[in-house]
């Protein structure tokens, strides 16, 4: 049962990754324009509050937890081993961990490359990530060239990177897409552990809120749980911060797995199951909030509850359109949802071949006007990897 629900393709997480995608496009370019609406941006760290900006991340990262089972249980369904499936999680992890850390080290303090500005390391950088992660046919004998060429350019701009103090490239906080990998890692690994085990899910699901609980700072600055503790240390060395990220993760996973369970109930029953989940989620949030603050900076419960109960109703009500066959307004949004790592990489395109040409919104490209510019970039974006893929040109890690 397992293998044959998990062997079939999920287009309702397609969606929702394609539309998560598409968002983390739009409110990653808000900076060009003036005049955003508050809520649409970031809120700080201490604000005790969340903007749209707030939601992206952690609902990416809830569907990349939704997706785990349909990988590596597809890959059990062909037969291949579970150490080569342990490789390939590692693999992904890496590439993740690569990419993560070469553009954190262009977000600030960088020195200008070869008397160039950043620009030039951001161009040169994405391209060593598309030749080196690259999907090449494999009847393209030169394919392993070009990935050798990729990984040879990464390592000189590795050695070459200067920061304004002279200082070398280094792991700083990894940045989104290696906190997606770490999180992915602990998941996936989780899962070949645990597998048909939701029990067992379920308690690694609870020992990460615990994590949360006892390491998160509350309203009053205090901490349930001292600093210099065990508990700390082995999140730290598993890189699991104070556990939000893997929390969200965890999270798209027992809802994957939990569909299986009730994958023979009527929908109607489906539906109530799916609307008690969200009452629990929120009930949880708002008795957690009452102590810690709405964080997506800290990663506070709250913050990780709400938002994933905005995951469970939208996965549910993209979940319905796709069974009745509603999908066509997707197209748009489709290679965001197949092609995410080309989609998230192009906007660096797009920004530094600006700042080499010295381009920059006008003025009065703000409020709604500006917010419509922010929309079209997104489409821009999507399109682009779309015309990319019919040449090709696809990162596939």
């Known amino acids: 049962m397992e293998n044959s629900f998990f062997g079939r393709r999920n287009g309702a997480i397609d969606m929702l990754r394609g539309l998560t995608m598409f968002l983390m496009i739009f409110v990653n370019d808000l900076w060009t324009v003036g005049d955003v609406p508050h809520w649409l941006e970031h809120a700080a760290t201490h604000e005790d509050a969340m903007?749209?900006?707030?939601?992206v991340f952690p609902l990416f990262l809830f569907a990349v937890g939704m997706s785990i089972p349909y990988a590596l249980e597809h890959r059990f369904q062909k037969l291949i081993p579970a150490e080569k499936t342990l490789g390939h999680i590692l693999s992904r992890t890496f590439a993740l961990l690569v990419m993560g850390v070469f553009i954190v080290n262009t977000e600030g303090g960088m020195a200008p490359y070869l008397g160039c500005g950043k620009w030039l390391f951001v161009l040169l950088m994405v391209l060593g990530?598309?030749?080196?992660?690259?999907?090449?046919?494999e009847q393209l004998k030169a394919g392993k060239w070009f990935r050798a060429a990729g990984i040879i350019l990464l390592i000189g701009l590795a050695v070459t990177y200067r920061t304004e103090g002279?200082?070398?490239?280094?792991?700083?906080?990894?940045?989104?897409?290696g906190l997606i990998g770490w999180s992915y890692l602990f998941g996936a690994v989780a899962w070949l552990l645990c597998r048909r085990r939701t029990g067992a899910l379920s308690l690694v699901w609870l020992g990460l809120i615990g994590l949360n609980l006892l390491t998160t700072a509350t309203r009053d600055g205090e901490m349930l749980l001292d600093g210099g503790n065990l508990l700390q240390d082995f999140a730290r060395a598993l890189n699991l911060g104070n556990g939000s990220s893997a929390l969200m993760v965890f999270t798209g996973m027992l809802v994957s797995v939990q569909e299986k369970n009730f994958g023979r109930e009527p929908a109607g029953r489906k539906l109530l199951y799916a609307a008690l989940s969200v009452g629990i989620l929120i009930g949880f949030g708002t008795a957690a909030h009452e102590d810690w603050i709405i964080s997506k900076n800290i990663g506070t419960l709250p913050w990780c509850f709400y938002v994933a109960a905005i995951g469970i109703v939208l996965y549910t009500l993209l979940r319905v359109l796709e069974e009745k066959g509603w999908t066509r307004w997707f197209a748009p949004f489709r290679p965001a949802g197949t092609a995410t790592l080309t989609v998230y990489l192009i906007p660096y395109l797009y920004y530094s071949v600006s700042e080499a040409l010295g381009l920059e919104a006008p003025a009065w490209l703000a409020g709604p006007l500006g917010l419509v510019k922010c929309v079209a970039f997104a489409f821009l974006v999507i399109g682009t990897a779309w015309a990319l893929g019919k040449a090709g040109v696809k990162i596939k890690i």
């Open 51 to 55: 903007g749209l900006a707030d939601i």
């Open 129 to 137: 990530f598309f030749l080196a992660w690259n999907a090449y046919p």
């Open 166 to 177: 002279g200082g070398l490239i280094r792991a700083r906080w990894w940045g989104i897409l």
